[in-house]
């Protein structure tokens, strides 16, 4: 017998029970994602207010429940009510099997109901059983087979990507194909971590977000998006700003961002900013996390389990050498060189070593700035709500003889120069053609109504 299998008689029954008792079901169901699949569970009254539904040790976990998580690892998780934990735990569960008819049972008399004492009989596997303790210490958790994943297809996600990142085809192949294989773990052992390096304004933080909203269109909703601006953590005493304050100091109980998004978005695209410019301190603290998905509080809660997650951090170190790096070259690996060349500048070793992959970006190139500006235009139009059918090549000249003689400021100058020249033009219209007015300002029109 299982919690399941209860009717109302006897629910009432064990709401009673377990006030005074933890009663415990062996051989139970679990959460799918659990290994193993069944176990020993209890029931048990905490307070006025809550009461707890215990695990026995030994279990793991490989879903994206939190609570299923915690009660693998702590044994223990609390419910409002006894039918608040009855329900979570029947949609947690795998759907039963369909049970055979009974066989036909043949009347007896109550002196043949009687059997013989057997000594050598233990009570029943299935029967409930009141004890006051319900589970014992926590052991090691076994090994856990794979189990079906949820991948994404890597040229899908390529072909999305390649629509928003203009020039940085090298970068868009490799976090396609990383992102395809992470997503299709069932239990994967740390999260996807990736270290883009490269100039200022090439798309290291734009390729993240898309990356993130390409994930969500390809698993319906599935992925969140989170960044962090590490430069905004330069100073020690913002350890606590990240990772929340430790008791007795002050702002402790208070939940961080970061641990409030992960606890109810465990599958997530974490940037991590500027990295370079973030005190050591910090890094140290995002090391374990990097390493093998565990984010533990400063406030000292249940580690959160973020295996599943992808960290993306950013760095503008080393871009001068950069310039000298054959990206596109097949005989030479530039992610190894880039290493060495980030030891070079001033990063740890040690926290280089926690990425998976180091992605080199390259410099936008003179051909792709045409691209860039129309995609800018583009988006301009779109804070305005306008969607533009023709933009005028013109305007686009406009734009690029606008542009600074040096190549070291990126998309972000294009926009700037966007910003500058396009968008009161279409502040004023609401037009869907942008279009060059004396060879010195745009225009944004309607098209002329065609004549039958």
């Known amino acids: 017998m299982n919690l399941f299998d209860l009717n109302d008689g006897q629910l009432r029954a064990l709401e009673s029970r377990c006030n005074d008792v933890c009663v415990v079901y062996r051989d139970h169901p679990l959460p799918v994602g659990t290994q193993p699949a069944r176990g020993r569970i209890g029931v048990e009254r905490l307070d006025a207010e809550s009461i707890g539904l215990h695990l026995g040790s030994g279990h793991s976990y490989t879903g994206i429940s939190l609570l299923a998580s915690r009660l693998t ?12 934990l009855l329900g979570w735990l029947r949609s947690m569960c795998p759907a039963p099997t369909p049970i055979a008819p009974a066989p036909r049972v043949v009347s007896r008399t109550p002196a043949q109901e009687q059997e013989p004492h057997d000594p050598t009989r233990t009570r029943d596997a299935d029967a409930p059983e009141d004890t006051r303790r319900c589970a014992g210490p926590r052991g090691p958790e076994p090994a856990v087979p794979a189990d079906q994943g949820r991948g994404v297809d890597e040229d899908d996600l390529r072909r999305i990507l390649e629509r928003h990142v203009i020039d940085q085809e090298h970068a868009v192949a490799t976090i396609s194909r990383l992102l395809a294989v992470h997503t299709a773990k069932s239990a994967p052992r740390g999260p996807l971590t990736v270290l883009s390096v490269g100039p200022t304004g090439v798309g290291k933080t734009f390729l993240a977000e898309a990356a993130a909203a390409a994930l969500a269109e390809l698993s319906d909703g599935d992925w969140a998006y989170f960044r962090i601006d590490l430069s905004e953590f330069s100073e020690r005493h913002r350890v606590s700003s990240l990772l929340g304050a430790p008791p007795g100091y002050v702002g402790h109980g208070a939940t961080p ?17 500027e990295i370079d410019k ?24 249940t580690a959160l389990d973020v295996r599943h997650c ?3 951090a950013t760095s503008n170190l080393a871009t001068d050498e950069m310039a000298f790096l054959a990206i596109d070259n097949p005989d030479i690996d530039p992610a190894a060189r880039l290493r060495e060349l980030l030891v070079s500048a001033g990063m740890r070793s040690e926290l280089i070593n926690r990425f998976d992959e180091v992605i080199p970006f390259r410099q936008i190139s003179h051909s792709a700035q045409a691209a860039l500006i129309i995609h800018s235009i583009r988006r ?12 005028d090549p013109s305007v686009a000249m406009l734009v690029r003889d606008a542009m600074p003689v040096s190549d070291g400021f990126g998309a972000r100058a294009i926009q700037r120069v966007v910003n500058e020249l396009v968008s009161p033009a279409l502040a ?13 300002s745009a225009r944004s029109t309607s098209p002329e109504p065609t004549v039958p």
């Open 73 to 84: 690892t702590d044994g223990t998780i609390a419910f409002p009510s006894l039918g608040d």
């Open 257 to 273: 961002p970061l641990v409030s998004h992960l606890e109810t978005n465990p599958r997530s695209v974490i940037v991590l900013d």
């Open 278 to 301: 973030a005190h050591p301190d910090i890094l140290v603290a995002l090391m374990n996390t990097l390493d093998v998905g565990r984010l533990t509080p400063a406030s000292g809660d």
């Open 310 to 312: 992808v960290f993306i």
């Open 380 to 391: 301009a139009a779109g804070e305005f709500g306008i969607e533009l059918t023709r933009i």
């Open 428 to 440: 004023r219209g609401s037009g869907t053609e942008l279009h060059l007015v004396d060879g010195q």
